[in-house]
């Protein structure tokens, strides 16, 4: 269904946006970043290596902010690498991009020189259908990278300088929030991107486009592309993947939402927003974890007795990503537990869902582990996705003699069978004398001592 689009809502928003930001009371960091560029090749299609030189960047969020008057730059920095940037976004002015001073862990930074340029993709050449370049491109342009502590926000920027001078203004800025992000299978998925473009540069009136790709260990996709301009989407191959154009054309939230969590879709996302001959992109890494499901077999145990070898199976199943560990305890009738070792493991297997599957084999020796009269058996799996634990009871009999409970509970039995035989007897004799009496009397508990002895070779 074809959307109608009206860019002039979308940069009115992020006008007043602006505005408010103007309004604010935000701390801006300085920064130490690292100045990177390319030393000029040495002829053959050759690319020279790379320099890197400290810099020094004032942050601020409107031109009238004096940022360097009362301070003062480190001796080891080129003045020339000192610069000052205008966010009106206030994206830099994040609490994880100005850490305390003093603090040992400092935000990742990096600044390169950019040249702006058409793009041929399809779904971006229509913003620079013209082919003409605008006289507006005519400055210094630079490409920044932020990381704030603990990857709690990501940031990419576009900014320009008119030639010569060290005041950045920043064009095109693109956050994300979900740098390091995790989910359990069959789970939604929301990876954070969100744009800012100064609704004051000429570049903002021929639309946007929308890139999401996908990549890992050398593989890599196209999730989804979307022409902002002409209000169309990429033919691609994935599926279950969309955008909020409602969201995206009103606020600039480029966020992707995957409907279901596949082990496929770990890997590394690039977020990646054209203007006219501009770009910016932000990455971050999405990871399925799935904790194993576990099952014992034979389950239940049989009754085992002393010097019988019993064989165990632990099967872990329907786990992601692949690193597994599996170990056997075993909890005495005293409440005491012990470790059986990790048994023997198998190779790993992979489902048709790109999950994992393993399994321990134990055997579990009566004569050689004392495991008294016996008590709970438990298969251990430690994952990313938590620790799983499976148990089965195990019965030893016949392992000593009886506890006073159960000789109590054999002379019960035995009163009770020599009474039942002392009425039938009566009841087919009749009376009898006192001697013959006694001898009845002497062989019953020669009965009942036998029988005693037949429940402790027994038990």
Request: with cysteine; aromatic share 8%.
């Amino acid at each position: 269904m074809k959307i109608l689009i009206n860019l002039t809502p979308f940069f009115a928003k992020i006008k007043k946006l602006q505005i408010v930001v103007l309004g604010c009371s935000c701390t801006c960091p300085v920064m130490e970043c690292w100045f990177v560029q390319e030393k000029p090749g040495r002829g053959g299609g050759l690319t020279g290596a790379t320099t890197q030189e400290k810099s020094l960047l004032h942050i601020r969020t409107d031109k009238q902010s004096d940022v360097t008057g009362s301070q003062r730059n480190p001796s080891d920095i080129d003045p020339n690498r000192v610069y000052v940037i205008t966010d009106p976004s206030a994206n830099l002015c994040h609490a994880s991009l100005n850490p305390p001073r003093g603090s040992i862990q400092k935000p990742q930074c990096e600044i390169n020189p950019f040249l702006p340029q058409p793009s041929s993709l399809n779904w971006v050449a229509s913003l620079t259908e013209s082919a003409l370049s605008p006289v507006y491109l005519q400055a210094d342009w630079f490409s920044s990278s932020f990381q704030g502590l603990n990857q709690q926000i990501g940031v990419s920027t576009i900014s320009r300088a008119p030639t010569g001078t060290k005041e950045h203004d920043v064009i095109l800025s693109i956050t994300s929030r979900t740098m390091s992000a995790k989910s359990r299978l069959g789970e939604p998925v929301t990876l954070d991107c969100s744009f800012w473009v100064d609704p004051s540069t000429p570049l903002s009136a021929s639309g946007f486009a929308v890139e999401w790709r996908y990549q890992t260990r050398g593989d890599g996709r196209l999730v989804l592309a979307y022409d902002g301009k002409l209000d169309r989407l990429a033919d691609t191959h994935e599926t279950g993947a969309f955008l909020d154009f409602e969201a995206l054309h009103e606020r600039g939230n480029a966020s992707l939402v995957l409907e279901e969590a596949k082990v496929r879709h770990s890997g590394t996302y690039i977020c990646t927003i054209y203007l006219p001959y501009l770009l910016a992109q932000v990455a971050m890494e999405l990871e399925i974890v799935e904790p194993p499901s576990l099952s014992i077999h034979p389950s239940p145990l049989p009754l085992a007795v002393p010097g019988q070898t019993l064989n165990l199976q632990c099967e872990a199943s329907g786990f992601a990503p692949l690193p597994l560990e599996l170990s056997w305890e075993f909890k005495g009738a005293d409440g005491k537990s012990r470790s059986l070792g990790s048994g023997r493991m198998s190779g790993h297997r992979q489902a048709w869902d790109g999950t994992f599957s393993q399994s321990s084999r134990l055997d579990l020796d009566t004569s050689k582990l004392d495991l008294g009269r016996g008590g709970e058996v438990t298969c251990v799996a430690v994952h990313a996705g938590g620790t799983r634990r499976a148990s089965v009871t195990l019965n030893v009999i016949g392992f000593s003699s009886p506890s006073i409970e159960d000789s109590m509970a054999m002379v019960g039995v035995a009163l009770v069978l020599y009474g039942l035989i002392k009425f039938v007897s009566w009841s087919f004799t009749g009376r009898k004398t006192v001697f013959s009496y006694l001898n009845k009397i002497k062989s019953r508990f020669s009965f009942y001592l036998f029988l005693i002895q037949s429940f402790r070779i027994f038990w």
